[in-house]
C-alpha cells in the first residue's frame, strides 16, 4: 500500500464495508510504500477484496498466542519454535496494562504445523 495519509484509512474501509471486523493489525511504511498485517475472521473474502481494490496481497496463516504477561516469556516461544528448527517470519503482540493478564502475540512462522505442535496446539 502507498505510504500516504489516509492509505491505511482506505484499506480498512474496504473491510468495514464487506463487515469483515478487524482482530488484530501491525502496519508501517518504509519510504513511499508500507505493509500491513492484518488479523481478521474471513481473511479470504478480506484478501479477494482487496486484490480487487488494486492492492498486493499475500495471505498467510498465523498463529494465535496467549502468554503471561512478564518478563521472557514471548522469548521463551521464540526460543522452543528456534531451537526446532522454526523460523519466526513475524511476530507482533500486545499486553493490558493490568498485571496477570495474558498478552496476545500473532506469530508467522515457516512451518506452521510443527510450530502447532511445538506449542500444544491444535
Known amino acids: 500500500m502507498e505510504n500516504h495519509p489516509g492509505s491505511l484509512a482506505e484499506v480498512l474501509e474496504i473491510l468495514a464495508r464487506a ?20 488479523v481478521c475472521a474471513k481473511p479470504r473474502l478480506a484478501g ?5 481494490d488494486g492492492y498486493d496481497v499475500v495471505e498467510a496463516e ?3 498466542l496467549l502468554v503471561a504477561n512478564k ?14 528448527g ?4 513475524s511476530i507482533f503482540g500486545t499486553s493490558p496494562p493490568a498485571t496477570g493478564v495474558s498478552s496476545r502475540i500473532i506469530v508467522r512462522v515457516n512451518d506452521v ?8 496446539m491444535r
Open 86 to 89: 522454526v523460523n519466526v517470519v
Open 62 to 64: 498465523a498463529l494465535e
Open 19 to 38: 463487515e469483515i471486523n478487524v482482530d488484530a493489525l501491525e502496519a508501517e511504511a518504509q519510504g513511499d510504500f508500507g505493509t500491513a498485517h492484518i
Open 48 to 52: 479477494e477484496l482487496l486484490r480487487q
Open 113 to 120: 504445523a510443527k510450530a502447532k505442535e511445538l506449542l500444544g
Open 71 to 84: 518478563y521472557g516469556e514471548v522469548q521463551k516461544v521464540c526460543e522452543k519454535l528456534a531451537s526446532n
